[in-house]
């Protein structure tokens, strides 16, 4: 046994070392298959916005039901129904999976067809402005066939094979033209040949297109035109316009297995931008751990030796001028001069505790999801399970963070110990529901499918009430009944005076160097976490998130302790803060990315969407400050000890 778990660590670390930009893919559900002419489901979900049109910008960030009334889409015969049930983190997200009026069967191709029991709709003048908005706004339909989104093609820049993105263009957009919308879809669904009669789908691809000349014909076919730059369907916006839906279907033979068909949709995009990140990241990383090494070793030796023979001077040699010229023994000063302060209780310790206890829930949920996303138990095909994955994890590590809240606590010598048990679940996951529920109120008045439901807020409120809480607070029991960490030395009575410090030592300077370096390790895949969070994209490169993480959290302790070293031989020791801050400040960067990225990629046309990408991204940034604020403070503890 000891061996096949040898031979499997080793194959997963291989692999990963091979090609970090992959990960394991671990199916979400088990292979369908269908028989000829057997009915295959096609699901709809909601209307997203994407980047698009001549400037190729973000406008929106609030999504719609694909039934709204405004749209006018066809709809079954006994009405919209939900599909399933929806994980929690596909809610949060904001899917909504509901069936749909559309026939398809394995293997039976159709030319033209009409949408059973939807007659010819009428887009009255304020519904085609709504239309026409979305449409300028770029917004995607995304339909889901045997659990497989429907997509557009891209071809790769360099001249590649061609990457699946999810979802097709509710309509077009011109700069001199009024937006016409697509009424019209053919449907290229791919299928494998499992044998023995059995089919299963493996890729869908919709090329929607706009006909004002499509038209009914009876109750089970219709003309669908043909498509013309002069026969497009634009919405009048002063009167009412008539539009028919009508579809086709082309089934094609592939290859490619049931159990890759995802690998289009996962492709990496620009892997040397990438590899770039990687490289870049990985010099800044190995620079300073030689430099905060080589200064440290050979800063701590030059100060172990002017020491120690400091110790063996008599008292009557400091009144001579021989200690004097001896190195300046006597005028020295530096880190032992306070090493009775070092280890002194920092002002407000209480909060403290509380952010390192919420920190360590941070950094432990976000490796280990990290960690599953790699190995595949993360799945693009089980919607929402990055999001169930983070909130479960978070709560079930309340126990580390109340134990690690107290022990700190104790350590500081705190006495107000109800306060820290209560505070440690509350405090922070208070300040992120809050905001959560505020952005929210937003998306209710717009009537936006990416509200969350008011019985889902109670939801997300009875597992941290019920599962987190308790954790927490047997892990603080059991942290205060722990034996308070002791330090190496003894703390004096009376506190030391703090000289003046230098420029590049003040709190405002200190942060913005050492938050600088982190940052720049994470800024090229922070791009592409942006794409895929505001943009509604498929993010599964979780191996170089995994080596960027790791190359973050060293390069936050490299700078942090260097810093701090300095900041003792200032005679500064009141580190706890400042380690917990400066490294923290990567997130002011975070959220200053943010708003760049805001400047370059997006252009919004409405408040609601402004309110929700600022709010989002600072609710983020926090969440960042407190994760690399608690990772670097045990870093430097470790250090000082």
């Known amino acids: 046994m000891r061996w096949q778990n040898s031979l499997l660590s080793s194959g997963l670390l291989s692999l990963l070392l091979a090609n970090p930009s992959a990960a394991f893919y671990i199916p979400g559900v088990a292979p369908t298959s269908y028989k000829r002419d057997e009915l295959v489901s096609l699901n709809v979900n909601r209307l997203t916005p994407v980047q698009g049109g001549p400037d190729f910008q973000l406008k929106s960030t609030i999504s719609f039901d694909y039934y709204h009334p405004a749209f006018h889409f066809c709809q079954p015969k006994d009405g919209p129904k939900d599909v399933g049930s929806e994980s929690l983190g596909a809610v949060i997200f904001g899917d909504r999976i509901k069936n749909s009026p559309y026939e398809l069967r394995m293997l039976k191709n159709e030319t033209c067809k009409r949408i059973p029991e939807c007659e010819e709709q009428k887009f009255f003048p304020m519904d085609a402005k709504f239309v026409n908005m979305r449409i300028w706004q770029s917004y995607s339909v995304n339909w889901l066939i045997d659990g497989l989104p429907a997509a557009t093609p891209y071809p790769e820049y360099d001249g590649g094979p061609e990457y699946y993105s999810r979802g097709f263009p509710l309509g077009e957009h011109y700069d001199t033209k009024p937006p016409t919308l697509n009424n019209h879809h053919e449907i290229y669904i791919d299928y494998h040949d499992d044998g023995a009669g059995q089919y299963s789908v493996v890729g869908v691809l919709v090329r929607p297109s706009s006909r004002s000349n499509n038209k009914i014909l009876d109750e089970n076919s219709a003309d669908c ?19 028919t839906w009508t579809y086709s279907v082309l089934w094609r033979p592939s290859s490619t297995a049931w159990g890759t068909r995802w690998d289009t949709y996962l492709r990496v995009v620009d892997p040397p931008i990438h590899w770039f990140s990687l490289v870049n990241s990985t010099v800044i990383v190995l620079f300073l751990t030689g430099t905060v090494s080589a200064i440290l070793m050979r800063a701590l030796k030059k100060d172990f030796a002017r020491y120690n023979r400091l110790d063996t001077f008599n008292l009557d040699d400091f009144s001579t001028t021989s200690a004097v010229a001896e190195d300046g023994v006597q005028e020295d000063s530096g880190w032992k001069l306070v090493h009775g302060d070092v280890f002194r209780s920092p002002k407000n310790p209480l909060l403290l505790s509380i952010f390192l206890g919420n920190g360590t829930q941070l950094f432990f949920m976000t490796g280990i999801t990290i960690m599953f996303a790699l190995v595949g138990l993360v799945s693009p095909s089980w919607r929402g399970s990055l999001g169930t994955t983070m909130i479960l994890l978070y709560t079930m590590f309340g126990f580390v963070g109340g134990y690690t809240s107290a022990r700190v606590y104790k350590t500081f010598g705190g006495d107000a110990w109800k306060q820290n048990i209560v505070f440690t679940p509350v405090f922070i996951p208070a300040i992120v529901f809050g905001t959560f529920f505020l952005l929210n109120l937003f998306l209710w008045a717009r009537r936006s499918s990416g509200a969350v439901p008011f019985t889902t807020m109670l939801v997300i409120v009875c597992i941290w009430f019920l599962v987190s809480v308790p954790l927490s607070f047997v892990g603080s029991w059991v942290g205060f009944k722990q034996p308070a960490i002791q330090a190496p030395v003894k703390t004096n009575q009376i506190p030391r005076q703090i000289p003046p410090s230098t420029h590049y030592l003040r709190p405002l300077p200190s942060m913005l160097l050492v938050g600088a370096l982190p940052f720049g390790a994470i800024s090229v895949e922070l791009f592409f976490i942006m794409n895929s969070l505001w943009s509604d994209k498929v993010y599964y490169m979780f191996g170089w998130l995994f080596i960027c993480y790791g190359i973050m959290i060293i390069t936050c302790a490299s700078v942090t302790v260097m810093f701090i070293y300095y900041l003792l031989c200032a005679e500064n020791y009141q580190w706890q803060w400042r380690a917990f801050s400066s490294a923290g ?14 400047m370059i990629k997006i252009r919004f046309s409405g408040l609601t969407s402004v309110v929700l990408f600022i709010g989002y991204s600072s609710l983020i940034s926090f969440l960042f400050f407190v994760l690399t604020g608690k990772s670097e403070h045990l870093s430097q503890q470790t250090c000082d000890h």
């Open 585 to 598: 400040a990567s997130a002011g960067f975070v959220l200053a990315y943010s708003l760049l990225y805001w």
């Open 225 to 243: 035109g043909y498509e013309d730059e002069n026969n497009r369907l634009s919405l009048a916006e002063e009167g009412e316009t008539s539009v």
